[in-house]
Antibody, heavy 118, light 108 residues
Framework: QVQLQESGPGLVIPSQTLSLTCTVSGGSISSGSYYWSWIRQPAGKGLEWIGRIYTSGSTNYNPSLKRRVTISVDTSKNQFSLKLRSVTAADTAVYYC??????????WGQGTLVTVSS | SSELTQDPAVSVALGQTVRITCQGDSLRSYYASWYQQKPGQAPVLVFYGKNNRPSGIPDRFSGSSSGNTASLTITGAQAEDEADYYCNSRDSSNNHLVFGGGTKLTVL
């Protein structure tokens, strides 16, 4: 069974860059026709898809975040990462990494809370 | 871009049947997937595609689709089904993933 685990700082200073890594276990990140995605959820609000990466390196991003987001993959470490630049308080949320299929998400990480505050 | 619309809240009496709906233009092209989320937990996939239920999900959860509306039906709701439910699909213009705003299900 695939498992995903987010890691990274829980506190980010406004205007700085949020950086998170997702470690995949129970299977190779390179195998199968999967996308590896980031999704976030502000407290008390709904889910927002941030973007995805395929193991070829191709990416897709939510248009509302595209100019600030970069998702990358390190197949040697079985990890993929999220960088969100120029953060504000509005970026405070639980961030989930996930395995995405053609029809949706089948595996989620447990989520990590990132707070943007000085 | 494409949007998915869900009722913010729905309630059901214990043991009764409830339908949670999701509306959006992309549902004319793509099936919805449905997720259950309990407080403090990550979402869990409960139904996807035309007729697919992941292993371990009770068969009281089922899905259907017609036109621009997808539905998740819980037949014989249990207390443990009280949760937020989210639908998702693909944006038909750019293949991005989109989520509905979520429905809070209360089991009375």
């Amino acid at each position: 069974q695939v498992q995903l685990q987010e890691s990274g700082p829980g506190l980010v200073i406004p205007s700085q860059t949020l950086s998170l890594t997702c470690t995949v276990s129970g299977g190779s990140i390179s195998s199968g026709s999967y996308y590896w995605s980031w999704i976030r959820q502000p407290a008390g609000k709904g889910l927002e898809w941030i973007g995805r990466i395929y193991t070829s390196g191709s990416t897709n991003y939510n248009p509302s975040l595209k100019r600030r987001v970069t998702i990358s993959v390190d197949t040697s470490k079985n990890q993929f990462s999220l960088k969100l630049r120029s953060v504000t308080a509005a970026d405070t949320a639980v961030y989930y990494c996930a395995r995405e299929r053609n029809w949706g998400v089948d595996f989620w990480g447990q989520g990590t809370l990132v707070t943007v505050s000085s | 871009s494409s949007e998915l619309t869900q009722d913010p809240a729905v309630s059901v009496a214990l043991g009764q049947t409830v339908r949670i709906t999701c509306q959006g233009d992309s549902l004319r092209s793509y099936y919805a997937s449905w997720y259950q989320q309990k407080p403090g937990q990550a979402p869990v996939l409960v139904f996807y595609g035309k007729n697919n239920r992941p292993s371990g999900i009770p068969d009281r959860f089922s899905g259907s689709s017609s036109g621009n509306t997808a539905s998740l039906t819980i037949t014989g709701a249990q207390a443990e089904d009280e949760a937020d439910y989210y639908c998702n699909s693909r944006d038909s213009s750019n293949n991005h993933l989109v989520f509905g705003g979520g429905t809070k299900l209360t089991v009375l």
